[in-house]
């Protein structure tokens, strides 16, 4: 079945060190967006891209970086600029970025600050 | 520019009876409107999405919603509510005078109980 897989499902981060955090889909979807997920703030953007080797920033992409190498991975570095990471990253990819369309989320990594 | 207002961040109701769970958009120009469940620690699924076809619009998981232009409403509702319904819903507005990346509210967590 076609889908979007995230891993690790949970990551441990040392206070200055980079991790990324990785995203692949097989639907053949043109646009992959990253979302961060705090309790009771919803989900908020971080990067999107909707070709290879293009992307936009989000309303949060300060500390976080990203790539387009390959039409499948979307992955996320959460560098260490980034001084509260710990939250739920959401990976999701659609069609195209058309409006009509619903998005496919993956199944999210927790990342901790340790 | 585009907002999401779900009333409520908590909705709680028994096994059986009715589920109402609100939802408020603001956008300038024709809304697209989604619905999204999400099982703890698990990412958003598509539930049902309204795109100007039908205003009555039926999702999975017996869920409907009925787009109410002039109450610039969405609102979740299912006749019965089942254990298995426990979740946190979102509802998601885009449109096309933007970017078309869709605004998420902050979330409704529906607890059912026996």
């Known amino acids: 079945d076609g889908g979007i897989t995230q891993s690790p499902k949970y990551l441990f981060r040392k206070e200055g060190q980079n991790v990324t955090l990785s995203c692949e889909q097989n639907?053949?979807?043109?646009?992959m967006y990253w979302y961060r997920q705090d309790p009771g703030q919803g989900l908020r953007l971080i990067y999107y891209?909707?070709?290879?080797?293009?992307?936009q920033k989000g309303d949060i992409a300060e500390g976080y970086s990203v790539s387009r190498e390959k039409k499948e991975s979307f992955p996320l570095t959460v560098t260490s600029a980034q001084k509260n990471p710990t939250a739920f990253y959401l990976c999701?990819?659609?069609?195209?970025?058309?409006?009509?369309?619903?998005?496919?989320f993956g199944s999210g990594t927790r990342l901790t600050v340790v | 520019a585009q907002s999401v207002t779900q009333l409520g961040s908590h909705v709680s109701v028994s096994e059986g009876a009715l589920v109402l769970l609100r939802c408020n958009y603001s956008?300038?120009?024709?809304?697209?409107l989604f619905w999204y469940v999400q099982y703890p620690n698990q990412g958003l699924q598509l539930l049902l999405k309204?795109?100007?076809?039908?205003?009555l619009v039926k999702g999975i998981n017996g869920f409907e919603a009925e787009f109410k232009k002039s109450e610039t409403s969405f609102h979740l509702t299912k006749p019965s509510a089942h254990m298995s319904d426990a979740a946190e819903y979102f509802c998601?507005?885009?449109?096309?005078?933007?970017?078309?990346?869709?605004?998420f509210g902050r979330g409704t967590s529906l607890i059912v109980h026996p």
């Open positions: 891209s909707q070709i290879v080797n293009d992307f």
């Open positions: 998601a507005v885009s449109d096309t005078g933007g970017s078309y990346i869709p605004t």
């Open positions: 999701a990819s659609s069609p195209w970025t058309g409006p009509n369309y619903g998005y496919t």
């Open positions: 309204y795109t100007s076809a039908a205003t």
């Open positions: 956008s300038s120009v024709p809304p697209y």
């Open positions: 639907l053949n979807h043109d646009a």
